[in-house]
């Protein structure tokens, strides 16, 4: 008996050599992730005449700030729009995570009369939208949300693709004994999504989550359409408008009175590389605290049918 259970533990054991071997793999594979990241923080460090002489090199032959110290020359303006950003980010990752997260929940449960046509009215904004004119109108002239920081929230606060993908996994990963569970100790709708459903919703909700948190994160554009006061660009609107200054000084040089020989030392590829460290570093903190809520999701027991 005893042999019989240490053949079946070694059975669904790796060997040595092949633990090494996949260990190894994924570590090329998690190198090959992180590396680009890597090479263009070293990018962003590099002296801009080094790098036209010598290329793209891991250890470049001269070490510059200069790139840095172009980008803060806005001083107080570029951590004004990190405020900002951080603001519509987390504000909207909240609201928008409650609109999804309800919407979802409703249209995934068979005992809702109207789930068709909700689930229609969502999967329909997919293939078809008013414009962007007619978004504009509705939102400068009738909600009046030009330059304020919901122009950058609630255009992007419902996204019917991510309610799709969460009603597909309250579908499939919260058991209706547990609805009926609730429904039998007397709780209502809310509190049993509150306390019952969420709770083992957390892998999908956290996925919501982040997709929305990088959405806001990431967007220029609501920024270019509704925001003119320049207190409340958020950060990649921002860069981008450095990116665009600078480019337009270069390409205007000839006419220009300043000195050739400082127009030709603008930090040009590793100004590009400090905005995109600027840009991409502080949402990197992101996973490891959404990856938490994974492995908490991952490891809440379920009904056993």
Known sequence: ??????????????????????????????????????????????????????????????????????????????????????????????VSLLFIALYAYAISRKNFKYRNFFAFFAFFTMLFNGGLVPTYIVVTQFLHLKDTVWALILPMAVNAFYIMILRTFYSTSVPDAIIESGKIDGAGEFRTFLRLVLPLSLPGLATIALFSTLGYWNDWFNALLYIDDPNLVPLQSMLMRIETSMQFILQNSQNSSLN??????????????AMVVLATGPIVFAYPFFQRYFIQGLTIGAVKE
């Open 1 to 94: 008996m005893s042999l019989r259970k240490n053949t079946t533990r070694d059975f669904h054991q790796l060997s040595t050599p092949w633990n090494t071997i996949f260990n190894l793999i994924a570590g090329i594979f998690a190198f090959l992730c992180v590396f680009p990241f890597v090479f263009v923080v070293i990018i962003s460090f590099t002296d801009e005449k080094a790098l036209a002489t010598d290329g793209y090199r891991l250890l470049p032959s001269k070490w510059s700030l200069e790139a840095y110290r172009y980008v803060f020359q806005t001083g107080d303006t570029l951590l004004r729009s990190y405020g900002v950003t951080i603001l519509v980010t987390v504000v909207g990752t909240i």
């Open 260 to 273: 050739l020989e400082a127009l030709r030392s603008l930090p040009q590829d590793t100004s590009r590389m």
